[in-house]
């Protein structure tokens, strides 16, 4: 089993759609999860950490379920915008500074 | 956007070349990173540098020398490389904390080089 598994997609969804990407993580020590956008030839960017109750920033919504460890991505009313790889990141357990990577899964938002 | 610089932005050389990559952040950030990017991957890192000192190669080939002058700058000097060397390479700085604190060990990413290996 991968340390960190995505859904490489790609998800095509009209404007104005929902979407939802999921992540599973092998090690259940792990204690740090991110979600990073990476569009095409360009450098990763963090969209949001993820913390243990669940967080939301404007259409982005990221839950963790330990139990069943995995993390979840939803964005709602997708823009244009959107349209970039979803990168699952996994901090390694007992490590700050090596993080895991997730495949990334691609979205492509369509007018 | 992003408070880590890298350059040059593009980078085309020959086998026998020597060059290096250049890095810097003015975050006050204590640990650097290098890492490289192949097409459809995801990033793999490949050194990491805690207050100027390194911590981390991650079984890099000895043809990249990494190097921290300061806690702003990092450097990748590059010699004899290979054609499969070619990729993005990406910078990143974090603050050091404690494991605890997650929010303080988010690494920020440079807009990478791009090199190609001729």
């Known amino acids: 089993r991968k340390e960190v598994e995505q859904d490489p997609g790609p998800f095509n969804v009209p404007e104005g759609a929902t979407v939802a990407f999921n992540c599973t993580y092998s090690?259940?020590?792990?204690?740090?999860f991110f979600w990073y956008r990476q569009d095409c030839r360009k450098e990763p960017k963090l969209l949001m950490s993820v913390y243990s109750s669940g967080n939301e920033d404007g259409r982005f919504t990221a839950q963790l379920n330990r139990a069943s460890q995995y993390i979840s991505l939803l964005i709602r009313d997708s823009k244009l915008s959107d349209s970039a790889t979803y990168l699952c990141v996994v901090r390694e357990a007992g490590n700050n500074r090596k993080l895991i990577w997730g495949l990334g899964t691609s979205l492509a938002v369509n007018p | 956007d992003t408070e880590v610089t890298q350059t040059p932005k593009h980078l085309v050389m020959g086998m026998t070349n020597k060059k290096s990559l250049k890095c810097e952040q003015h975050?006050?950030?204590?640990?650097m990173y290098w890492y490289k990017q192949k097409a459809k991957k995801p990033p793999e890192l490949m050194f990491v540098y805690s207050y100027e000192k390194l911590s981390i190669n991650e079984s890099v080939p000895s043809r990249f020398s990494p190097e921290c002058p300061n806690s702003s700058l990092l450097n990748l000097h590059l010699h004899a490389l290979q054609p499969e060397d070619s990729a993005l390479y990406l910078c990143a700085s974090s603050q050091e904390a404690t494991l605890a604190d997650h929010q303080k060990n988010i690494q920020y990413f440079g807009a990478g080089t791009r090199l190609s290996v001729l």
């Open positions: 975050m006050g950030h204590r640990a």
């Open positions: 090690n259940s020590a792990s204690q740090s």
